[in-house]
């Protein structure tokens, strides 16, 4: 089926669903019309998929994108998504503990802040800076 042949369908059980017709269930109906929604959105995606091949635009494997992003990121922070070593999380600690904020610790470890935030909460450091800013990341109900 073509994307439109399945957003017509999707039409007309949404207003069998909403007509309430007795022979059929409206529960049953919505999610005939949801489920033939998203394939009409699939094959929306596919055609342009096709679109994009038939122009000769490569298109990017996820990893290839997430290595161009790495790379870009440690452009600015040179450790970046490197794993962290005993030594580097013990001097981490200890500068931390010494009153360095996560601001100049992402400038001396070459991270990013919120790669700091998450190593020092991960060492056990109650940190404000760290409890702030895992808070603002949590969702709220």
Same mark, same amino acid.
């Not at 091949?53 to 790495?70: D, F, H, I, K, N």
């Given at each position: 089926?073509?994307?439109? *042949?399945?957003?017509?369908?999707?039409?007309?059980?949404?207003?069998?669903?909403?007509?309430?017709?007795?022979?059929? @269930?409206?529960?049953?109906?919505?999610?005939?019309?949801?489920?033939?929604?998203?394939?009409?959105?699939?094959?929306? %995606? *596919?055609?342009?998929?096709?679109?994009?091949?038939?122009?000769?635009?490569?298109?990017?494997?996820?990893?290839?994108?997430?290595?161009?992003?790495?790379?870009? %990121?440690?452009?600015?922070?040179?450790?970046?998504?490197?794993?962290?070593?005993?030594?580097? *999380?013990?001097?981490?600690?200890?500068?931390?503990?010494?009153?360095? *904020?996560?601001?100049?610790?992402?400038?001396?470890?070459?991270?990013?802040?919120?790669? %700091?935030?998450?190593?020092?909460?991960?060492?056990?450091?109650?940190?404000?800076?760290?409890?702030?800013?895992?808070? @603002?990341?949590?969702?709220?109900?």
């Amino acid at each position: 089926m073509e994307e439109c *042949d399945y957003a017509l369908a999707a039409r007309r059980h949404a207003g069998q669903a909403r007509g309430g017709s007795a022979s059929e @269930d409206p529960g049953l109906l919505a999610s005939l019309a949801q489920t033939e929604a998203l394939l009409a959105v699939a094959a929306a %995606i *596919d055609r342009l998929a096709g679109v994009l091949s038939e122009r000769g635009a490569p298109l990017p494997s996820t990893a290839e994108g997430r290595a161009y992003q790495v790379a870009e %990121i440690r452009r600015q922070f040179s450790h970046a998504y490197m794993r962290w070593t005993a030594k580097a *999380d013990a001097a981490l600690l200890s500068a931390y503990q010494a009153g360095h *904020d996560v601001a100049a610790l992402a400038d001396t470890f070459g991270r990013q802040p919120s790669a %700091i935030r998450s190593r020092l909460n991960h060492l056990g450091a109650n940190a404000p800076g760290v409890q702030a800013a895992a808070a @603002d990341a949590s969702p709220q109900p």
